[in-house]
């Protein structure tokens, strides 16, 4: 089993729309949540981390279950500028960080 | 966000000469450096860490003779592919660790993309 799964998508969706991504992680020790954002042949850019008492900031919201280990994002009223792929990390600091393969997401007009 | 930078973004090399790759945090110290490979459709994968002063610690797998890590400086850490192969054709990214006003949390540079002739 990886120690983190994603769903590799692709998720197409129109804009405007909600999108939700989820991820499963295998450590039960892992203490650092976070999302990543790449873009194609970029370096990833942090999103948000994930606290867990769920987190948003602005049309993104983060929330984390450590009983089930997993970890979801939610973007509401996607914008075309979204279409990127997601990163799930988590380690058990954040020294050590393992990553997703990502779900990668298509915003079209 | 934190700033990092990554020197070159892009060398294109004849097989059995070495590289190196320069990662800086521009903005912030950082005491610890990553170093990440990610292959095409693949995810990051954790080379090494690079501690300031003091030796790297790589991940299981990873040749330290191959990849020469040295951390002088608060902002500078460098890899060094030694007698680069066709197989090393790779994007490099490092990361800074920021832990100060920001959270704990790494920080990518640009990233390397490495092809061995």
């Known amino acids: 089993r990886k120690e983190v799964e994603q769903d590799p998508g692709p998720f197409n969706v129109p804009e405007g729309a909600t999108v939700a991504f989820n991820c499963t992680y295998s450590n039960s020790a892992s203490q650092s949540f976070f999302w990543y954002r790449q873009d194609c042949r970029k370096e990833p850019k942090l999103l948000m981390s994930v606290y867990s008492s769920g987190n948003e900031d602005g049309r993104f919201t983060a929330q984390l279950n450590r009983a089930s280990q997993y970890i979801s994002l939610l973007i509401r009223d996607s914008k075309l500028s979204d279409s990127a792929t997601y990163l799930c990390?988590?380690?058990?600091?954040?020294?050590?960080?393992?990553f997703g393969t990502g779900t990668r997401l298509q915003v079209f007009p | 966000g934190a700033v990092v930078s990554q020197h070159p973004s892009r060398v294109i090399c004849k097989s059995g000469t070495s590289v190196k790759i320069e990662c800086r945090s521009l903005d912030f110290q950082a005491t610890t450096m990553f170093w990440y490979r990610q292959f095409p459709k693949k995810s990051l994968m954790l080379m090494a860490t690079?501690?300031?002063?003091?030796?790297?610690?790589?991940e299981q797998g990873v040749e330290k003779d191959k990849f020469l890590i040295n951390h002088a400086s608060l902002t500078l850490s460098t890899l060094t592919v030694t007698s680069a192969h066709p197989e090393d054709s790779s994007f490099y990214i490092c990361?800074?660790?920021?832990?100060?006003?920001?959270?704990?949390?790494?920080?990518f540079g640009p990233g390397t993309r490495l092809t061995v002739l």
């Open positions: 690079s501690n300031e002063g003091s030796k790297a610690t790589y």
């Open positions: 990390v988590v380690g058990p600091n954040t020294d050590k960080l393992i």
């Open positions: 990361s800074a660790r920021s832990t100060s006003g920001r959270g704990d949390t790494q920080y």
